[in-house]
């Protein structure tokens, strides 16, 4: 497993932009499918995108495609969350997630690591 540590939430207005990261430590991360995953009060946790090891695939949410962009560097074990337009319904507790050999799949029970979360709060 890999230890995930987010940063990088905040507040803003509605259609600012912020930039999320999640640092890993441990082995291996370039082995991992990498994905963000969010969490708003009284719902369920949602996917939001995710980018295979090698970055050559990426798959994102419908809520968010055309606005936010995942991407990573794995040298320097960090993957990224931009987000631009944010909107009020974007408020949530964003949490990272690792997937040891996995194809950047939806399904939040394929991923073994996670992330404490960062929150955003976007104002109208």
């Known amino acids: 497993q890999v230890q995930l540590v987010e940063s990088g939430g905040g507040l803003v207005q509605a259609g600012g932009s912020l930039r999320l990261s999640c640092a890993a430590s441990g082995r291996r991360f370039s082995s991992h499918a990498m994905a963000w995953f969010r969490q708003a009060p009284g719902k369920e946790r949602e996917f939001v995108a995710a980018?295979?090891?090698?970055?050559?695939?990426?798959y994102y949410a419908d809520s968010v495609k055309g606005r936010f962009t995942i991407s990573r560097e794995n040298a320097k074990n960090t993957v990224y969350l931009q987000m631009n337009s944010l909107k009020p319904e974007d408020t949530a507790v964003y949490y990272c997630a690792a997937d040891l050999w996995g194809a950047g799949t939806r399904n939040s029970q394929q991923y073994d690591s996670w992330g404490q979360g960062t929150q955003v709060t976007v104002s109208s």
């Open positions: 980018i295979t090891w090698s970055g050559s695939s990426t």
